[in-house]
Each structure stands twice: as structure tokens, then as C-alpha cells.
């Protein structure tokens, strides 16, 4: 197995573990104890305030990303037609988990006032699985032209 294909596939197994874990610690006050925050948690509360919008994250920040690793795993195997090749980049765009991460990061960077808020390791992993999805979606689109 190419060691393409398998940075590929690892990330079948990072994305998960990057959803459950720890992205940031957010607490009201200097004095109160922080709790931690993940792509899951996150989820879980939008949940329980608006289903529609908690099963739009879902689909485009957890499902999206897998289909397109699954994608590109069929288009580095060959198992799958040249046609569907325009579809890794429609997934790419539908993938939102890096416009996730920024729109985290933007939160980190202003803060929330009254609180605190602290970077956890969640969000390193995170980050990685992120840049790593965009640049193994790049490589075939080059070795193509």
C-alpha cells in the first residue's frame, strides 16, 4: 500500500478521535473550573436547542469528511471511474471541517470576555487532520495534469 493511501486512511481513524476530543477548555471565570469542548459536545448541545442546524453540522463537518477520504480512497486504488474524479472536489467543498476550524480559531483569537478559554490538544489533532485531508486531496489532482 502506497504511502499516500495510507495517510489516507489513517485519517478514518483521526477524524473520530479528533471529534471526541478536547478542542478547547472554556471557563465563566478566572476562579471556576473549566470544561472541555469537542466537535461532539458541540453537537450534542446544538442538538438540543435546533435539530436542523445540529444535523447540517453533522452532515457537513463529520459525514462530508469521511465520504471524501473514502473518495479519495477509491480514486488512488482505481476502484473508481475516472468520472467520479470531479466529485473529490464537490466533496472537498462540502467538507466544511476546515472552515470549522478556522470559525474555532477566530473564537480562541477574540476570547469570550467574561471567560476563559484555553487550546486543548483536541484542537492540535484537529488541525492536522484537517491540513492533512487538504493536502491529500491535492496530490491527485496534480499528478493528473
Given at each position: 500500500?502506497?504511502?499516500?493511501?495510507?495517510?489516507?486512511?489513517?485519517?478514518?481513524?483521526?477524524?473520530?478521535?479528533?471529534?471526541?476530543?478536547?478542542?478547547?477548555?472554556?471557563?465563566?471565570?478566572?476562579?471556576?473550573?473549566?470544561?472541555?469542548?469537542?466537535?461532539?459536545?458541540?453537537v450534542a448541545s446544538?442538538?438540543?436547542?435546533?435539530?436542523?442546524?445540529?444535523?447540517?453540522?453533522?452532515?457537513?463537518?463529520?459525514?462530508?469528511?469521511?465520504?471524501?477520504?473514502?473518495?479519495?480512497?477509491?480514486?488512488?486504488?482505481?476502484?473508481?471511474?475516472?468520472?467520479?474524479?470531479?466529485?473529490?472536489?464537490?466533496?472537498?467543498?462540502?467538507?466544511?471541517?476546515?472552515?470549522?476550524?478556522?470559525?474555532?480559531?477566530?473564537?480562541?483569537?477574540?476570547?469570550?470576555?467574561?471567560?476563559?478559554?484555553?487550546?486543548?490538544?483536541?484542537?492540535?489533532?484537529?488541525?492536522?487532520?484537517?491540513?492533512?485531508?487538504?493536502?491529500?486531496?491535492?496530490?491527485?489532482?496534480?499528478?493528473?495534469?
Amino acid at each position: 500500500m502506497s504511502p499516500l493511501r495510507l495517510a489516507n486512511l489513517s485519517l478514518l481513524i483521526a477524524f473520530p478521535i479528533a471529534w471526541g476530543a478536547p478542542l478547547l477548555r472554556a471557563g465563566f471565570l478566572p476562579v471556576f473550573g473549566l470544561s472541555e469542548i469537542s466537535v461532539l459536545s458541540g453537537v450534542a448541545s446544538l442538538w438540543q436547542t435546533d435539530i436542523l442546524l445540529a444535523l447540517v453540522v453533522i452532515v457537513l463537518a463529520m459525514v462530508a469528511p469521511i465520504a471524501k477520504v473514502l473518495t479519495l480512497e477509491g480514486v488512488l486504488s482505481n476502484r473508481l471511474p475516472a468520472r467520479i474524479k470531479p466529485w473529490l472536489f464537490h466533496l472537498g467543498r462540502l467538507a466544511m471541517a476546515d472552515v470549522f476550524l478556522i470559525a474555532i480559531y477566530i473564537t480562541v483569537a477574540k476570547g469570550i470576555g467574561i471567560g476563559r478559554l484555553e487550546v486543548a490538544w483536541g484542537m492540535y489533532l484537529f488541525t492536522a487532520c484537517v491540513v492533512t485531508s487538504l493536502a491529500l486531496s491535492l496530490i491527485p489532482a496534480r499528478k493528473q495534469t
